[in-house]
């Protein structure tokens, strides 16, 4: 059987409304802001629809409903009612009353890097609001930001997004590190001392032991000793608290360590290491997340401020 809904309009239901309260044609018309010939037609729509007169003209009083028209005016508010709230209905995200929680996918070295801010900015701004951090699964990401399981994945840029929308959150340099107290002293790393030092490398996919820094040195047909290779970007520092060994990696993330950490600048050229987010298009218009992805924009740029003075 046909679904009668298909034969049905807004439009018929607001002159229904109109007929049945203001119970005058011409009224009604103004009312709609429509032509009486426009509102008699939509009135004989009606008629078929519901196989009823539904308003019968009264001399001198315009029209009055019939039983039918009666029956069906009593449910016809509520039903407005819920149409006029599901149009108009704007969402909105109140961050203060929030308790919501936001889901994160990053690596722990963007995680080290804009974690603390975050959460302090969350904090401050919804209280009672929820973030959690988990690692992303290259293979499972996409279809989890689209079930929205995760809001957002931080990292670095891929070639192929799927669709996803993202946007780079800043750049940042390429810093040397080693522990205080490092035998070399706390002077500036040279080439030859940096070829000369064992190294640490962070393999994300595990067991790699080159990376940008080796490709830079390949440019100026130098090679340097990688004798340890570790997953965990969090591990690097604390091994390298209590070794000889050097890492190179960005410096927000190894700022993070000054305390036990000496910073140089790396003696050869390297290209700049972007954090970028990435978040699926069906969350763009969401309120709570539109507010989640502005504060993680503006916790990166206040890093970025923080880090320019400091420099």
Same mark, same amino acid.
């Given at each position: 059987? &046909?679904?009668?809904?298909?034969?049905?309009?807004?439009?018929?239901?607001?002159?229904?409304?109109?007929?049945? /309260?203001?119970?005058?044609?011409?009224?009604?018309?103004?009312?709609?802001?429509?032509? /009486?010939?426009?509102?008699?037609?939509?009135?004989?729509?009606?008629?078929?629809?519901?196989?009823?007169?539904?308003?019968?003209? %009264?001399?001198?009083?315009?029209?009055?409903?019939?039983?039918?028209? +009666?029956?069906?005016?009593?449910?016809?508010?509520?039903?407005?009612?819920?149409?006029?709230?599901?149009?108009?209905?704007?969402?909105?995200?109140?961050?203060?009353? =929030?308790?919501?929680?936001? %889901?994160? #996918?990053?690596?722990?070295?963007?995680?080290?890097?804009?974690?603390?801010?975050?959460?302090?900015?969350?904090?401050?701004?919804?209280?009672?609001?929820?973030? !959690?951090? %988990?690692?992303?699964?290259?293979?499972?990401?996409?279809?989890?930001? *689209?079930?929205? *399981?995760?809001?957002?994945?931080?990292?670095?840029?891929?070639?192929?997004?799927?669709?996803?929308?993202?946007?780079?959150?800043?750049?940042? /340099?390429?810093?040397?590190?080693?522990?205080?107290?490092?035998?070399?002293? =706390?002077?500036?790393?040279?080439? *030859?001392?940096?070829?000369?030092? +064992?190294?640490?490398?962070?393999?994300?996919?595990?067991?790699?032991?080159?990376?940008?820094?080796?490709?830079?040195?390949?440019?100026?047909?130098?090679?340097? /000793?990688? =004798?340890?290779?570790?997953?965990?970007?969090?591990? #690097?520092?604390?091994?390298?608290?209590?070794?000889?060994?050097?890492?190179?990696? &960005?410096?927000?993330?190894?700022?993070?360590?000054?305390?036990?950490?000496?910073?140089? !600048?790396?003696?050869?050229?390297?290209?700049?290491? +972007?954090?970028?987010?990435?978040?699926?298009?069906?969350?763009?218009?969401?309120?709570?997340?539109?507010?989640?992805?502005?504060?993680?924009?503006?916790?990166?740029?206040?890093?970025?401020?923080?880090?320019?003075?400091?420099?």
């Amino acid at each position: 059987m &046909p679904d009668r809904l298909n034969d049905i309009d807004i439009g018929l239901l607001m002159a229904f409304e109109a007929l049945i /309260q203001e119970r005058n044609v011409s009224r009604a018309a103004d009312r709609l802001g429509i032509s /009486q010939p426009a509102l008699s037609g939509r009135l004989t729509r009606l008629r078929a629809l519901f196989g009823d007169q539904l308003f019968v003209p %009264v001399a001198g009083r315009g029209v009055t409903p019939t039983p039918r028209a +009666e029956a069906l005016g009593e449910t016809l508010p509520p039903l407005l009612g819920h149409l006029r709230e599901f149009i108009g209905h704007s969402p909105h995200f109140d961050p203060s009353e =929030s308790d919501r929680t936001f %889901v994160l #996918a990053a690596y722990d070295n963007p995680a080290v890097m804009i974690g603390p801010d975050l959460v302090t900015a969350l904090k401050r701004a919804a209280p009672h609001a929820r973030i !959690t951090f %988990v690692l992303p699964d290259p293979e499972t990401i996409t279809p989890a930001l *689209d079930r929205g *399981d995760v809001d957002m994945v931080i990292g670095l840029p891929r070639t192929a997004d799927e669709g996803l929308i993202g946007r780079t959150l800043f750049s940042d /340099q390429f810093v040397t590190a080693q522990r205080r107290g490092h035998p070399r002293g =706390s002077q500036p790393v040279t080439l *030859d001392e940096f070829c000369a030092a +064992e190294h640490v490398v962070v393999s994300s996919e595990g067991g790699g032991y080159a990376g940008p820094v080796d490709r830079a040195l390949e440019a100026l047909g130098r090679k340097r /000793q990688v =004798s340890l290779s570790v997953q965990s970007y969090a591990l #690097a520092p604390i091994i390298m608290a209590d070794s000889d060994h050097l890492c190179t990696l &960005p410096s927000r993330f190894l700022r993070r360590f000054e305390s036990m950490l000496d910073l140089f !600048t790396p003696p050869m050229e390297m290209d700049s290491f +972007e954090l970028y987010a990435l978040w699926h298009p069906r969350m763009r218009d969401d309120p709570a997340h539109r507010w989640f992805r502005d504060l993680v924009v503006e916790v990166s740029e206040g890093m970025s401020d923080r880090s320019a003075t400091r420099c």
